[in-house]
Nanobody
Framework: QVQLVESGGGLVQAGGSLRLSCAASGRTFGRNVMGWFRQAPGKEREFVAAIKWSGGSTSHADSVKGRFTISRDNAKNTVYLQMNSLKPEDTAVYYC?????????????????WGQGTQVTVSS
C-alpha cells in the first residue's frame, strides 16, 4: 500500500501563487512516477504535471506550462507543485498520484494510488 497526503491548497487571488506538497509513504519502492491531476466541478479529472523520482524528468500540461512547476525531494519522499500566475480557471481539487511506470504517463487509469485531494480556489 502507498499513502499520499496532499497539502498547501487554499484561496488565492488571480495572479497569486501557491505551492502544493504531496508526501508519499508506505510501499513506494519502484513507484517511479508521481503526478498531479485536478478536477473542477462538473469536469473530468485532468493531467497537470508529472515527474520521475529517478532522473527528475518532468512533463507539464500545455495549460500550465510556464506557470506551474513540478519538483521532488527524494530524501523527503515529497513532490511539489509550484503554481504561479494563477487564474480563476485553475480552480479545482488537486490530487497527487503515483504510477508504477518506467516513463512519464498522463492518463488517470495509469495511476493506481491517489491522495485525498486539496482544494485550490482562485478568485478573480
Amino acid at each position: 500500500q502507498v499513502q499520499l497526503v496532499e497539502s498547501g491548497g487554499g484561496l488565492v487571488q488571480a495572479g497569486g501563487s501557491l505551492r502544493l506538497s504531496c508526501a508519499a509513504s508506505g510501499r513506494t519502492f519502484g513507484r517511479n512516477v508521481m503526478g498531479w491531476f485536478r478536477q473542477a466541478p462538473g469536469k473530468e479529472r485532468e493531467f497537470v504535471a508529472a515527474i520521475k523520482w529517478s532522473g527528475g524528468s518532468t512533463s507539464h500540461a500545455d495549460s500550465v506550462k510556464g506557470r506551474f512547476t513540478i519538483s521532488r525531494d527524494n530524501a523527503k519522499n515529497t513532490v511539489y507543485l509550484q503554481m504561479n500566475s494563477l487564474k480563476p480557471e485553475d480552480t479545482a481539487v488537486y490530487y497527487c498520484a503515483t504510477a508504477n511506470s518506467l516513463v512519464i504517463v498522463s492518463r488517470t487509469y495509469e495511476y493506481d494510488y491517489w491522495g485525498q485531494g486539496t482544494q485550490v480556489t482562485v478568485s478573480s
